[in-house]
């Protein structure tokens, strides 16, 4: 369950931008989505088998 607190001088503008983004990182929308439908487990074991290639493939994140 996602929620957040409204100080007493917060406008209500920023206070739906915080929860949005906190809605948005919790990954509800997400999570939501992928339960909506059946996704057969060939296509499940092919996503994700692209989604580690395009992990692979991103560049690694490295300090100079």
Known sequence: M??????ESESI???L???KK???RSGVLKEYKKR?????PSIKKRMERIKAQRRA???ENQMI
């Open 57 to 59: 493939q991103r560049p």
């Open 13 to 15: 503008d920023k206070a």
């Open 36 to 40: 909506t439908f059946f996704v057969k």
């Open 17 to 19: 931008r915080r929860f």
């Open 2 to 7: 996602v929620g957040i607190q409204i100080g």
């Open 22 to 24: 906190k809605y948005e």
